[in-house]
């Protein structure tokens, strides 16, 4: 007895207006006007007070910044002691262990002061190979590395100028004006 295959037609059939894109550029068409009129209207109806929701406005960004999520990861700085102002890494090598960049680099040296165990010497960060997974902030156990600096212009001409050193991320600060209120951030429609 011989088996018999039933061949299944699986191409899609197609009608001239799909063939030839037109409905579906026409359909395109109407949601770039229809989003049109509507951002046109709101901006006439805003100037001139009866609504208060303006249109869609593209940020210019140089001039004007975006407030950022106050959880958004941005670039890295390193915490001050509070009694003597230096860095409050402790050189445990936690960070640098956990990165899956394998991005930071730390030299640790015994402090001169008895109570504190040890300090870092070298520490530096290649910011061009960080993929800003904040696994360094988690595994810190002295609170000695954020990433909530509120920076995200991090760019330089060279790769020597993406690596960043002690002192540049000590004095990269954490930058509160950089950051919308956490109530009028989930108070917003998106």
Not at 3 to 31: A, H, Q
Request: net charge neutral.
């Amino acid at each position: 007895m011989a088996i018999t295959v039933k061949k299944i037609d699986t191409t899609p059939r197609m009608n001239f207006l799909e063939r030839t894109y037109l409905w579906e550029i026409l359909k395109g068409l109407w949601i770039t006007n229809r989003h049109f009129v509507v951002n046109i209207t709101r901006h006439i109806l805003n100037l001139f007070g009866i609504k208060t929701k303006p249109g869609a406005v593209t940020i210019q960004y140089p001039e004007v910044h975006r407030g950022y999520h106050h959880r958004l990861r941005t670039a890295h700085y390193l915490t001050h002691r509070e009694n003597d102002g230096g860095p409050r890494c402790v050189g445990c090598m936690m960070c640098e262990t956990i990165c899956p960049a394998k991005c930071i680099y730390i030299v640790p040296t015994e402090h001169p002061d008895p109570n504190i165990e040890k300090q870092a010497v070298k520490f530096t960060i290649d910011m061009g190979k960080c993929v800003y997974c904040g696994f360094c902030v988690e595994a810190c156990p002295e609170d000695a590395i954020r990433m909530d600096s509120g920076r995200l212009d991090i760019c330089s001409y060279t790769r020597e100028g993406m690596i960043w050193d002690i002192n540049r991320l000590m004095a990269n600060h954490h930058d509160p004006t950089n950051y919308k209120d956490v109530e009028k951030w989930l108070s917003e429609e998106f």
